[in-house]
Structure formats: C-alpha cells, structure tokens
C-alpha cells in the first residue's frame, strides 16, 4: 500500500466551515494529523462538540464557533473568534453547503432553489471575502472552496445544486487572479461520488424517489448504476477528499491557484 503523503502543517491554523459534517470531520482528522490547530465552524453545536472529541487525540489546539455562513456578520464573529484564538488562520476549508432537495426541473420548489444559492454561493462568498481579508493583511495563506462534480457535469434532478457548485467553480477562478497579488491561492475541489455515508444514502435514495428515466425506483439498484458510471467502479472516500484538500494547501501545490480538483475516479 502506497503511504500517505503528510505535509508540514504544524503551527498552523486550518479553518473548516461545514466542520461538523463528514467531509468537515474528515478533513480536520487530516490536518491534525499533521499537526495543524482546528477551527471548526458550523450550525450544529452538538456534532461540533462530538468532532472535539475524535479531534483530541492529536493534541493540537481545536476551537469551534457555532456559525451561519448566509450571514456575513455572523462570518466576520467567527474570523475574529479565530484570530483570538490562535492568532491567525493559515488556511480555509470553504466547505459548508447544502445539496437541496431531488426534483425534476419543471417541478423543483422555488424556496429550496434560493435556499441552496442562499448557502452554496452567496454563503461560499462570505467566508471567502472574510478569508480574503484576513489572509492579505496575515501575509497570505490557501483558500480550498467545496465545488462537486454536479459543477462540471450537471446532473439529473439536481438543478439548484448543480447551478451553486458551478457558480464555485466560476467564483474559484475569479478569486484566484484578484487575490494571487496577495500570495492568497484559491482553489476547488469537485468531488463526485463519495461514500458511504449519510450524503451517499440520501443522493441515492432521493434520485430513485424522483421516478425518472435515468434511474431505477430502488435506491440500490440506483447505487449500482451510479458506480457503474465510473470507470473505477467504485466510490471515493472520505479520506480521498481530505487528502485533495491538504494537497492544495500544501507548499507542493505552491503554484497552484484557480484550479479545480476534478475527483472522479476517471468519470
């Protein structure tokens, strides 16, 4: 088995909004293992206080800061908090979003549409202009926005989420010449089909509800057709993602800015 690469990320600060959820989890797991203090951020102060908790093995600083990404006052409370607490943030894990409900395109609920852009994109903005601000006046630092395959190929019944991920790819790109002035990279990361999982188990569950030509009405049969379309027939992990995010922060991607990481398995 091929070792994992580590980087040298002790003495810094990795922020991670949607700190709460499993690639969030997943992701502080990764850098604290390599040394790195953990701000999580997040709505949900109960799962916040349970990844403290598989966080403490490492014995690297952690924080936590209950936070509403749609609310840029709320953003700025907790870059503060951050900066209180561990006196800079290094980097930004622009990860909080929300896949919204499965319908077709005819029939898709206009609140849900504006809730997922509402969280998706302008929420992305919000930490990302904050991050901006911190990381050009700290000296610079990486930003890894949380786009998805659905921002590089859109897919059935997911419109909302679909037209929010390209939207962070679009913002990616942008970001990265207005802020490389400042040595701030900006990068994204589409992952496809993650798993398992909650998100795995409801993406397949909820496509097999929506009755369309493109998959069967049983959520396992759904699973199959969905790993059937990559090439490497199988699901990426979890760890595969938080690996791709401490790429990109990392000085071996030092180069690297307005990029997005496609993870596909080949699709």
């Known amino acids: 088995m091929t070792a994992k690469a580590t980087y040298q990320f002790a003495g810094k600060t990795i922020l991670i909004t949607g700190g709460a959820g499993e690639i969030g989890k997943a992701t502080a797991r990764r850098f604290a293992a390599d040394g790195a203090g953990i701000f999580l951020l997040d709505l949900n102060e109960a799962k916040m206080a349970e990844a403290v908790r598989e966080l403490e093995k490492y014995n690297v600083p952690i924080g936590i800061f209950r936070c509403d990404v749609t609310d840029a006052d709320n953003v700025a409370k907790a870059f503060a908090a951050g ?27 206009e609140d849900d ?9 302008i929420g992305v903005f919000h930490i990302l202009k904050a991050a901006a601000q911190h990381l050009r006046d700290a000296g610079g630092g990486a930003i890894v926005n949380m786009a998805s395959h659905a921002g590089v190929d859109g897919p059935p019944n997911m419109i909302a989420y679909a037209a929010s991920k390209f939207a962070v790819i679009g913002i990616t790109q942008t970001a990265a010449k207005d802020l490389a002035p400042h040595n701030i990279r900006v990068n994204a990361l589409s992952p496809s089909l993650i798993g398992p999982g909650y998100m795995w188990t409801r993406q397949t569950e909820l496509q097999a509800a929506v009755g369309s030509q493109y998959f069967d009405r049983n959520p396992k049969v759904v699973e199959q057709q969905m790993i059937d379309s990559v090439p490497m027939r199988r699901l990426g992990s979890l760890e ?3 690996n791709g995010v401490a790429f990109l922060m990392s000085d071996e991607a030092s180069y690297i800015t307005g990029f997005n990481l496609d993870i596909t398995g080949g699709q």
């Open 240 to 242: 595969e993602v938080a």
């Open 113 to 121: 549409f504006e809730k997922v852009i509402d969280i998706n994109v």
């Open 83 to 109: 900066v209180e607490q561990f006196d800079r943030i290094d980097y930004v894990f622009n990860n909080a979003g929300y896949q919204g409900v499965f319908a077709k395109t005819d029939e898709y609920p």
